[in-house]
T-cell receptor, first 120, second 111 residues
């Protein structure tokens, strides 16, 4: 149980275009999902917290108009990188927290496999 | 969230136990200790978490000291596939609170 999927697993796009990444919790409902970014040889950096039915909360230094987050249902959150530039090339990882009412490991946070973005 | 300190890297022979330490001397009473690992180019994988009692599951054991200021993750029989970066994170178990990752320990298992 507690599987999180991401799509696509990798994407190459031209500078100036927009890219949408989907994150789904497959066997549980997640009122809160998280988006991280990871550059080579660095640790994961939290970008934003995605709340179902409300606006996302962005970490300091993350442009909310550039990284659009939509959490329209309890199993789906999307991250859209708008007007992508080469410096946006990175490994984007989503995560969802298992609700306390769910059996198994309540409170644990499960991660998707990541999406590798390359902007040319 | 409380800050954690882990060694940068560790080596372990295949088949031996890997003991990964973590210091979290400023941990608060309501904060849990979580362990995750990240194998190259994959998303982090949940291993185990605990509050104050020792925990064991199919992947590992977590030993938390009585004062809760440090903990040890034990992989009882390390394999080559356990080579990864291991992250020790402390966090209150509250909805909406994200895990904040430090630099972790790079564990290299060799034959």
């Amino acid at each position: 149980g507690a599987v999180v999927s991401q799509h696509p697993s990798w994407v190459i796009c031209k500078s100036g275009t927009s890219v949408k990444i989907e994150c789904r919790s497959l066997d549980f409902q997640a009122t809160t999902m998280f988006w991280y970014r990871q550059f080579p040889k660095q640790s994961l950096m939290l970008m934003a917290t995605s709340n179902e039915g409300s606006k996302a909360t962005y970490e300091q230094g993350v442009e909310k108009d550039k990284f659009l987050i939509n959490h329209a249902s309890l199993t789906l959150s999307t991250l859209t990188v708008t007007s992508a530039h080469p410096e946006d090339s990175s490994f984007y990882i989503c995560s969802a927290r298992v609700p306390s009412a769910t059996s198994g490991r309540p409170g644990a946070q499960y991660f998707g496999p990541g999406t590798r973005l390359l902007v040319l | 969230d409380a800050k954690t300190t882990q060694p940068t890297s560790m080596d372990c022979a295949e088949g031996r136990a890997a003991n990964l330490p973590c210091n979290h001397s400023t941990i608060s009473g309501n904060e849990y200790v979580y362990w995750y690992r990240q194998i190259h180019s994959q998303g982090p994988q949940y291993i185990i978490h605990g509050l104050k009692n020792n925990e064991t599951n199919e992947m590992a054991s977590l030993i938390i000291t009585e004062d809760r200021k440090s903990s040890t993750l034990i992989l009882p029989h390390a394999t080559l596939r356990d080579t990864a970066v291991y992250y020790c994170i402390v966090r209150a178990n509250q909805a909406g609170t994200a895990l904040i990752f430090g630099k972790g320990t790079t564990l290299s298992v060799s034959s």
